[in-house]
């Protein structure tokens, strides 16, 4: 399907460019604006969309609505804050510590030694799994995870998580603050053997579905070859020419990040009513944030949760809501109209 | 109870149960603080953040730094934009300083070419940064903007930063703090300066102004509502411009400027005008607030020709809209009226609060 997708210019002094263009996620929101008789169109050059419905003007940037505050922003986007926040109302989060730049080397090897092994480090800010480190096991590994993560920004505000690495699935709840839109479960990048193709092949058929490309403009991404996938698959014995057995599912990464291959399964139907209500409490913990993407992991989604079944890993308050709308397995959900509902309570009554 | 002080840190619990002082919670956040207390609200800082959840009776409202809860997400990215803001501006017909924002893949020959398309004298400064920090003012030869634009990436480090390049607005400096609906305070912004009694050398003029309580309102410390003037190199330069030494004598009411820049943790001054502007900056001014969708509060730097007559497009501009904005200046101005800001704050907070001085 061929989308007319919207350019980002800016202003030179020869005139308007184009540097940028929005993503499926972006690009879904307008067209559902525009199945409900909404006009759109950015501010020249800020990125944000004026949208208006009758005479009512609202707003959204990325994929966050004008009423999500700066505050709802602020304790989802600076990962120390979230983990607080939810720790106060009693969430379950991981067990972990808050590292900033000017910590001593003592300091960060007492977070270390306080914690259970694997940990995870990844910056206090960062996005679409950005040099996140799991599996960390040794000391040297770690004070290298915390250099890169250091060095990857430099607000004052910011640091590393290290965190206890939980044991479960991963799943993303996209949620507003009274009902839970959808709920995936999100797999490595995988591939599944028919006993006759070798895995380099496999990748490349999976690669060819139209819902996979190189971008943003795809609710899934391409499966690249790099050295991680082949480590990966050194350490099960396989290489990319080993032919797996019929059914046979082959993950060829750690992560289960959409933005590395990973896979997006609907299992909205199927998870208990306490991981919704969790979800809601989450959002209504977060304050101001009005639509957002938890990271969720647990045990088992379909039996209740208890404290120790679950974690909440991170809040999202841009969600890459098309992971909802065109899932690799299982049911669409309206991501995109149950955003538009929140700019436009308006639409209810229509 | 809260009371003014240097020593109000920030704080992060560490893993051996210290605690380390990150930074001093700011003067305007404190002022709020005490106003608080005054109307009778209770507060507690969310511990490890910057947000603070206060209680009137029963009702609850939040504020981060100096933003309340009901400044959006998108207005507040927009303001921390400068190039952003100035489109938002622009689209509501406020006056801009005419400018382009450049990014770090942007070649040096591109940069030439926004430059020769601006007149000079023009700005070169981060789009994100606050405080003037990374800013380089009345640049004239492109030799001169190479540097100052690496000075301006140099303040912050985000992989997708961008620099503003601008026409320098000549004029003077106001900060106007408003919210969508009303003016809460119009300041004068001067930089660090004394004038002269025809008797005392720089020096000792710069000494004997230095004294002013509200640069000491914190004793000894570092930390004040206005810094001290300090007879820096940068003071120094601007002396030998004007050919003047520290220890010159400058004449009975003769002004001299020791900074370019309108900083009060520079020394600079402030004069409250707020009941004697020209009902065209009032106007501009709400505006210019009610351009940016979400923005509950803000401190607008708006420069102008002359703030007593009818603004015309030409006259004045707006130069930055800040989503934090400062309560201190406004409290204790140098000269003219005190205006109780902090409370205008609260009231976005607690809509149905009623002042008490």
């Avoid at chain 1, 607080?84 to 590292?99: D, E, T």
């Avoid at chain 1, 960060?108 to 940990?119: E, M, S």
């Amino acid at each position: 399907m061929s989308r007319d997708f919207h350019s980002y210019q800016r202003e030179t002094p020869s005139g308007w460019v184009t540097y940028d263009q929005t993503t499926l996620s972006q690009q879904l929101l307008l067209e559902e604006a525009a199945k409900h008789g909404i006009s759109y169109s950015e501010i020249p050059g800020t990125r944000i969309f004026e949208l208006q419905y009758k005479d009512i003007k609202r707003y959204f940037r990325a994929q966050v609505p004008n009423q999500t505050t700066y505050i709802g922003w602020y304790s989802a986007n600076f990962k120390n804050v979230t983990r607080h926040m939810l720790q106060n109302a009693n969430l379950s989060v991981p067990k972990g510590y808050f590292v900033m730049p000017q910590d001593t080397l003592e300091d960060k090897l007492a977070v270390f030694r306080a914690l259970q092994k694997p940990v995870v480090a990844k910056p206090s800010n960062g996005g679409h799994g950005k040099d996140v480190f799991t599996n960390i096991t040794d000391e040297e590994y770690y004070l290298h995870a915390l250099d890169v993560c250091l060095d990857s920004n430099d607000d004052r505000l910011v640091g590393v998580i290290v965190e206890e690495m939980f044991k479960g699935e991963e799943y993303r709840i996209l949620a507003t603050t009274d009902k839970v839109i959808g709920i995936i479960n999100r797999k490595p990048a995988n591939v599944v053997g028919d006993g006759t193709h070798t895995i380099r092949e496999l990748i490349e058929n999976k690669n060819k579905d139209p819902r996979r490309s190189d971008s943003y403009k795809t609710s899934l991404i391409t499966i690249k070859i790099d050295e991680h996938v082949e480590e990966t698959l050194k350490k099960n014995a396989y290489t990319l020419d080993t032919v797996p057995a019929q059914d046979e599912v082959v993950y060829l990464r750690h992560n289960s990040n959409l933005s590395t291959g990973g896979d997006s399964i609907d299992v909205t139907d199927i998870a208990h009513p306490s991981v919704k209500e969790i979800a809601i409490k989450v959002m209504q913990t977060i304050k101001g944030l009005e639509y957002g993407g938890i990271d969720f992991m647990t045990k088992d989604i379909t039996q209740a949760q208890t404290p120790d079944s679950y974690c909440i890993i991170e809040v999202n308050d841009s969600p890459m809501l098309s992971m909802h709308e065109v899932p690799y397995m299982g049911e669409s959900r309206s991501a995109a109209k149950e955003f538009l509902l929140i700019l436009f309570p308006e639409l209810k009554n229509s | 109870m809260v009371t003014l002080n240097p020593n109000f840190y920030y704080v992060r619990p560490k893993i051996d149960g210290t605690e380390e002082k990150k930074e001093v919670v700011s003067f305007s956040t404190q002022l709020v603080l005490v106003e608080a207390e005054k109307l009778g609200i209770t507060w507690e800082l969310i511990p490890e953040t910057e947000m603070y959840k206060l209680n009137w009776n029963g009702e609850i409202g939040y504020f981060l730094d100096r933003t309340p809860l009901a400044s959006s997400f998108s207005a507040v990215s927009t303001c921390m934009d400068k190039h952003i803001t100035k489109l938002f501006l622009a689209k509501s017909g406020v006056s801009t300083p005419k400018g382009y924002s450049i990014t770090k893949t942007d070649t040096p020959e591109y940069i030439e070419k926004v430059f020769n398309a601006l007149q000079k004298p023009v700005v070169v400064k981060p789009t994100n940064a606050s405080h003037g920090d990374g800013i380089t003012i009345g640049l004239e030869k492109f030799e001169d903007i190479m540097p100052a634009v690496e000075k301006a990436f140099g303040a912050r480090h985000y992989h997708n930063a961008t620099v503003e390049i601008e026409e320098m607005f000549v004029g003077k400096e106001y900060r106007i703090t408003v919210t969508r609906d009303k003016i809460i305070g119009v300041m004068h912004r001067i930089p660090a300066n004394v004038t002269g009694d025809g008797i005392k050398t720089i020096s000792q003029l710069v000494e004997e102004k230095n004294q002013h309580p509200f640069r000491n309102i914190f004793g000894d410390s570092e930390y004040q509502v206005y810094g001290k003037i300090k007879l820096d190199d940068e003071a120094k330069e601007l002396l030998a411009e004007q050919s003047l030494t520290t220890d010159s004598i400058p004449e009975k009411g003769q002004q001299i400027f020791l900074k370019k820049v309108s900083n009060m943790m520079a020394g600079g001054d402030t004069i409250d005008l707020t009941d004697e502007i020209h009902p065209t900056v009032k106007e501009l001014a709400l505006k210019a607030i009610n351009a940016i969708p979400g923005l509950a509060i803000a401190g607008i730097d708006f420069m102008t020709k002359d703030l007593f007559s009818p603004q015309t497009p030409e006259t004045y501009s707006v130069v930055e809209v800040n989503h934090n904005a400062e309560f201190g200046i406004h409290h204790f101005p140098m000269v003219g009226k005190e205006r109780n800001a902090t409370f205008d704050f609260l009231q976005l907070l607690f809509p149905e609060l009623e002042s008490k001085s």
